[in-house]
């Protein structure tokens, strides 16, 4: 249904809209192999704290630590989750992860596919 008070309605694709149950995030992290990388991943999806879970092949990081600058291959795992999820998921991030101080990004999503935003509010419930 169309709201006509909203400014973007008329140049935002039919199909996608703000979800109007639940705000969603994409939370971002990283690792230093593809196998904890996965493990991350199904991890979070079989607690329901993200419904989905994508795997980038390395990227090379570069950075701080200990006041030297480091280089290192990494693996991102970006999570879909609604808001109300994200400090079970960011508390399940801090246990399982290995780094001392894990990235863990959260970034919003102000606007999606309806079905998809609908999917991932269900797989987060």
């Not at 809209?17 to 991350?40: G, N, Q, R, Y």
């Not at 290192?72 to 609604?82: D, S, Y």
């Not at 609908?118 to 419930?125: C, G, I, L, Q, Y």
Request: aromatic share 8%.
């Amino acid at each position: 249904m169309a709201d006509p008070t909203d400014p973007n309605e008329a140049t935002r694709p039919p199909g996608s809209a703000p979800h109007p149950d639940a705000p969603f995030l994409t939370v971002m992290t990283t690792v230093d192999s593809e196998a904890k990388a996965a493990d991350l991943a199904r991890g979070a999806i079989e607690r329901r704290v993200a419904a989905c879970a994508q795997i980038s092949a390395p990227v090379t990081s570069v950075y701080r630590w200990d006041g030297a600058i480091e280089t290192g291959q990494e693996w991102q795992v970006l999570f879909k989750t609604a808001e109300a999820r994200y400090a079970a998921l960011e508390a399940y991030l801090l246990r399982a992860h290995d780094y001392d101080t894990p990235e863990i990004i959260a970034t919003p999503v102000t606007h999606g596919g309806a079905g998809y935003l609908s999917w991932v509010a269900k797989e987060t419930s």
